[in-house]
């Protein structure tokens, strides 16, 4: 075995890694919903956390996204990505509910 193969193997091992982790935390997401585990507050919670690790699972695993010096400028693009989005729906729904208020 040459080093090609060692390193397709353990890409491939990542991919499946993250497939599993994957379908495990929506199965889980969806089975605290279906089951009714905790009362509001605390699902709504759960369910935020389970989706946060959805995020890093998919971050890691199929966009190899990681904390290593190589890719701290993916993960800052990414970040950076996520706080202008985060700030345009903030202020869509600020405006949304200015307009709500005002037409009530």
Not at 35 to 40: E, V
Not at 46 to 68: E, N, P, W
Not at 76 to 85: G, K, P, R, T, V
Request: proline fraction near 1%; include cysteine.
């Amino acid at each position: 075995m040459n080093m090609h193969d060692d390193e397709r193997k353990r890409e491939v091992r990542t991919y499946l890694v993250g497939y599993a982790a994957a379908l495990a935390l929506t199965g889980a997401a969806f089975a605290a919903v279906h089951w009714g585990l905790a009362q509001a507050p605390k699902l709504l919670a759960l369910v935020l956390a389970l989706g946060f690790l959805q995020i890093v699972v998919q971050f890691r695993c199929f966009l190899h996204i990681s904390l290593a010096r190589s890719s701290r400028d993916d993960l800052q693009l990414i970040l950076f990505s996520a706080l202008i989005i985060a700030l345009m729906v903030g202020g869509t729904l600020v405006i949304l509910f200015n307009l709500h208020e005002r037409m009530m």
